[in-house]
């Protein structure tokens, strides 16, 4: 019992991670119906860019991590100037295939500069140590993941709700000709999108290295992102986080009664099983079309 | 961005591709045959090539990349110093191989008619799947780390700087049984990266039990976006090792520090009341220290692959501190890091060797790889890399890393656990009692 | 297809013609010599990126037909050419049946997977048919790596025998071209073909609007798992070739990155039609052979540069080229060549 709960907690918690990876996601997904390849690569750069504030610019740790956000706030911001603007009403799938090339940009641009570290040092600022609540352990790090990566989750969904840019997002999600008419630049809402879905996954990013330290290794929470958020459903926030929590318990599950490499692939088959029986998702708008 | 500029980006770059052909006819064609009438002057070739694959972007990075900058400072300092080898200017060609196997095999293609022999550090794919090509193309590597069939069945003239990770579990064992004072089995948990070279030591356990050891538990971590091993950990820890012998890489290893000690495991030996020792393989340098957190790699035993300089005395700290800051000075490292891996700087004075005894033999016009894996590595006996002990290689044993020691890691330093020890070939041992590992 | 000037269709055989004018057939027939002929005065370096390119091609063709004709997206193309490469290596090794049996036969098991996993997009449409796909790719590479292991090897090199026709073996690549060249073409003819089937419209009609197909009394399951049964047949011919021509492969040659880059070409080529995955493969396999050929001249230029620099610029270069050209055309350059085409047939006239 005690292992069952051991597992359950430690896939929340790396839910947690994949959570924020998904957000990002899924709010572009959203707003612009673009299915963001690059997402793993923004997560990437948001690690680096924080670690080598506090490493090598040596800036302090709170500073760095703001530093660093606001950075990759207005590298989001940039991206939908060029290349996106231009890409504006082309067929999705070319969309995906510029996400696709941004995101080897991205991974050449950490490698250009960062590339000679074998491995990048990273500043730690979650403490180290544990919490033994009924048995089970709960190391700092992931109590800390879980705990920044809700109150990340909560505050934009109070944002997404409540102000009003957060109602413009809302409305750009259900068309964007509508928005035109009502005279709200779609364009300048875009680029707010994909500056806080760069925060998100900065943020994400920074979590993750107090983790597992920074390295190339952080683009792949981009691919977990993905399955998480098609699991809850691609046009819901609050499904993007429940779909990644379910990827993490489920994910530690079969790692724990299985074991034997299939802790990656475990997901994916319940996920196969889950879109024959729920297609698009759990919390997914579905388009109902009946012959 | 107009489409115009756009149209003119294209333009410009489908006459960049046109141009290819022209790219590639300006590179050097294989030696070829020499005619019959040679001249009885040498001539010397404008430079020789040496090969270098690693993987500088992709996920072994850490573990690949500081044997490899090794390798290529030894040369440039080589080219300053001396002009090479016997005065001809290595050409060192080095080919990113981003653990991707696609790159691997195009890199090899593209470039293995320039270069003579070359080096692969961690790139087990690599050895795996152009075995057969090296055969063929008589091409002599020098492989380090890793785990495949080449390491059972190399072609001639390969030789193996690193040895592979079964080898490391054997060495492992010898160090485990070494101290073990109870009578009853040490018990042994195995603990992989999901990597190909990470999953090698899956043919070890024969071994290991032949040597009296029992492998209680064996658990694959997977090294793409993982975020907790909690859950293989605490299977891991209910089967009570003794020892945990490990090939997981930088970031897994963080990990699972960090949850060994939430777990409230203490590492080191069962004599001194402590819960197991796990043996770290792919060495320590500061750069990963600083990635990890110094509270949480207290008493691990890290595998130190290469030769220590203070083995060979004065003379080795002298050549050591020199290479670590012409390394400084080609890389335009800052002062305070830490210099590669040891082994990269002897490994490529061996390749340099093996090219010029080569040479020597058959002449420069004539150098080709087969020449270099015939005439080259072969001969390497007593050689001094001025580094580190004597090498000789021979056919029956083309290793040229023969001792390993232990380093453990404790209060903020690492201290030296013992003597070296040789490393066995677990394959050959394998082979020799009629199961090779697969059929 | 636009026609030249003063050619005009009168029959429904006319109409249909995939090789319509004389000047179709002129260089139909050149283009066969041409292809033909190449290994008699190409640089033999050359080779292995040509057969990859066409092996590639073979696969990227059959997953247009998916993607472009039936409108269904699959990231897991990579993961049934494994499956074909497998089964050929398997069967070739194990029962030791020749190559030109192998194959097809690879290409039916693939297919037979296909459909298995086509079997989803009776219930799910667009993107989140793409995930059954991402599901799909690594479910069977791990069902080939770890319950497998035995037979496949797991994840370490499965090697495999030369094709032969009696004692002539392909073992070289100039010889391997002519085995791939002729696959290649003939898999792209019928591709051609299956344009102008009742199959081919049926799968247009799909994609175009799935409900309104079903109305017309097209039965959309069987379109779309016939869809996926003939891409994955592609898929297991082009994995075929791919075992038997490397000799030597992996899991890792089939990864996600390889299943994103197959859509990748796809789309750079153009949807639609069948020069569009052409065109696709062949643009990003010559701009990755011309990152990888020039880096070394970057090295002599920029001498201060640390290799981790060299290496990022190859990557820089490749996605800013992708980028810049689905800037320019993202409809992809076919539809830039059937542009090319209108407008110097009716030059100086613009219209």
């Known amino acids: ?291 | 961005m107009t489409r115009k500029l756009g149209l003119i980006y294209c333009i410009v770059f489908c006459l960049m591709l046109l141009t290819t052909p022209l790219l590639t006819s300006c590179t050097p064609q294989q030696t070829p045959t020499p005619s019959p009438a040679a001249p009885p002057t040498v001539v010397k070739p404008k430079n020789v090539g040496m090969g270098a694959f690693v993987d500088m972007t992709g996920p072994v990075r850490s573990m690949s990349y500081p044997g490899h900058v090794g390798y290529v400072t030894y040369w440039r300092w080589l080219n300053e110093t001396k002009g090479g080898i016997d005065g001809v200017p290595i050409n060192i060609i080095e080919i990113d191989t981003a653990y991707d196997i696609k790159k691997m095999r195009s890199g090899y293609d593209q470039y293995k008619s320039q270069f003579v022999t070359c080096e692969a550090q961690g790139q087990s794919p690599f050895f795996d799947s152009l075995l057969k090509n090296f055969s063929e193309d008589k091409m002599p590597v020098f492989a380090a780390i890793g785990g495949s069939d080449a390491f059972l069945y190399p072609p001639t003239g390969w030789v193996f700087g690193g040895a592979n990770t079964s080898d490391y579990f054997a060495c492992y064992a010898d160090f485990a049984l070494k101290n073990w004072k109870e009578s009853r089995k040490p018990r042994v948990a195995l603990l992989l990266g999901d990597y190909p070279g990470g999953r090698f030591p899956l043919f070890c356990p024969p071994y290991l039990e032949s040597r009296g050891m029992e492998v209680v538990s064996t658990e694959l971590l997977p090294y793409r976006g993982m975020t907790s091993a909690m859950d293989q950990l605490l299977r891991m820890t209910q089967a009570k090792p003794d020892f945990v012998f490990t090939t997981i890489i930088v970031p897994q290893l963080v990990i699972v520090l960090d949850e060994l000690k939430g777990m409230g495991i203490k590492l080191g030996p069962k004599s001194e009341g402590k819960d197991f020792e796990l043996i770290y393989s792919y060495g320590f340098d500061k750069d990963m220290m600083a990635t990890m957190r110094p509270e949480n790699w207290d008493n691990i035993v890290v595998f130190n692959g290469s030769y220590d300089f203070r083995y060979y005395g004065k003379k080795g700290y002298e050549f050591y501190t020199l290479m670590t800051d012409k390394y400084m000075e080609y890389f335009n490292v800052p002062k305070d890091r830490l210099a590669p891996s040891i082994a990269g700087f002897y490994a490529g004075a061996i390749m340099a060797e093996a090219v010029r005894l080569a040479a020597q033999k058959v002449g420069w016009d004539k150098l080709n790889s087969e020449a270099v894996g015939l005439y080259g590595y072969p001969n390497i006996k007593d050689f001094e890399t001025g580094l580190c002990p004597k090498v000789t290689l021979s056919k029956e044993d083309p290793r040229t890393h023969m001792g390993i020691m232990f380093r453990l890691f404790k209060d903020g330093t690492s201290q030296s656990l013992g003597e070296f020890s040789d490393i066995p070939w677990v394959f050959k041992w394998l082979d020799q009692h009629g199961k090779p590992y697969h059929q | 297809m636009s026609l030249p000037c003063g050619t005009f269709n009168t029959r429904y055989d006319q109409a249909f013609a995939i090789f319509r004018t004389k000047t179709h057939w002129v260089l139909l027939i050149a283009f066969i010599i041409f292809i033909f002929t190449v290994p008699l005065f190409l640089n033999p370096q050359f080779f292995s990126v040509i057969n990859i390119m066409m092996i590639i091609m073979i696969a990227v063709v059959g997953l247009h037909i998916l993607v472009g004709y039936c409108g269904q997206i699959s990231f897991g193309h990579a993961a049934f050419m494994a499956i074909g490469a497998y089964s050929s290596a398997l069967m070739m090794n194990h029962f030791g049946l020749s190559f030109w049996i192998c194959m097809p036969l690879a290409g039916l098991i693939t297919a037979a997977v296909g459909i298995l996993f086509g079997l989803p997009s009776v219930r799910v449409k667009g993107l989140y048919l793409a995930l059954v796909s991402i599901a799909a790719q690594f479910i069977i590479i791990y069902v080939i790596e770890t319950p497998l292991q035995g037979v496949t090897g797991g994840q370490w090199a499965l090697r495999t025998a030369v094709p032969k026709i009696g004692d002539f073996a392909f073992d070289t690549p100039p010889k391997f071209y002519y085995l791939i060249a002729s696959i290649t073409i003939l898999m792209i003819f019928l591709a051609k073909n299956l344009a102008r089937t009742k199959t081919g419209r049926n799968f247009v009609a799909v994609r175009d609007n799935d409900i309104a197909a079903e109305v017309m009394g097209i039965n959309i399951v069987t379109t779309k798992v016939l869809a996926f049964a003939i891409a994955s047949f592609y898929a297991g011919v082009a994995g075929s070739l791919w075992a038997h021509y490397q000799r030597a492969f992996t899991t890792s040659d089939f990864s996600m990155l390889q299943s994103i880059w197959f859509v990748g070409m796809v789309i750079v080529g153009g949807m639609g039609s069948t020069l569009g995955p052409i065109l696709g493969t062949m643009f990003i396999t010559l701009l990755d052979q011309f990152v990888l050929r020039f880096t070394p001249t970057m090295t002599k230029v920029l001498p201060t540069l640390t290799a981790a620099q060299i290496s990022s610029f190859g990557m820089f270069l490749f996605a800013a080229v992708i980028i810049l050209f689905l800037v320019w055309e993202p409809r992809g350059l076919a539809h830039r060549w059937q542009i090319f085409k209108a407008s110097y047939r009716l030059w100086p006239f613009a219209y």
């Open chain 1, 1 to 291: 019992m005690a292992f069952f709960l051991q597992c359950i907690f430690s896939g929340l918690t790396a839910g947690a991670v994949y959570g924020l990876a998904a957000l990002g996601f899924v709010l572009i997904y959203k707003t612009s119906g673009i299915f963001n390849l690059a997402q793993g690569a923004l997560i990437m750069m948001g690690g680096y860019l924080y670690s080598s504030l506090a490493i090598h610019v040596g800036l302090p740790l709170w500073v760095s991590i703001i530093v660093c956000l606001l950075i990759m706030g207005v590298i989001g911001y940039s991206l939908e100037w060029f290349p996106l603007r231009p890409m504006l009403g082309q067929p999705h799938l070319s969309i995906i295939m510029v996400t696709l090339a941004l995101s080897i940009f991205f991974s050449a641009v950490v490698t250009w500069i960062w590339g000679e570290f074998s491995v990048m040092p990273t500043p730690y600022f979650v403490p180290s140590g544990n919490l033994d609540i009924f048995g089970v352990v709960v190391t700092m790090n992931l109590l800390w993941s879980f705990v920044i990566a809700g109150a990340i989750t909560i505050i934009f969904i109070l944002f997404f709700q409540f102000s009003s840019i957060g109602l413009n997002m809302r409305a750009t999600a259900e068309g964007h000709q509508i928005v035109r008419s009502m005279g709200i630049s779609v364009s300048a809402i875009i680029a707010i999108t994909w500056a806080i879905a760069s925060i998100i996954g900065a943020s994400g990013g920074i979590l993750a290295s107090q983790i597992r330290g920074v390295d190339p290794g952080l683009a792949d929470y981009g691919l977990k992102a993905v399955g998480g958020a098609i699991i809850g459903g691609l046009d819901s926030i609050h499904g993007a986080i429940i779909g990644c929590l379910i990827v993490g318990v489920l994910e530690t599950l079969a790692g724990g009664y299985i074991g034997h490499g299939i802790k990656e692939v475990f997901p994916y088959i319940i996920l196969v099983i889950a879109i024959v029986i729920k297609p698009y998702g759990l919390y997914g708008l579905e388009r109902i079309e009946r012959i």
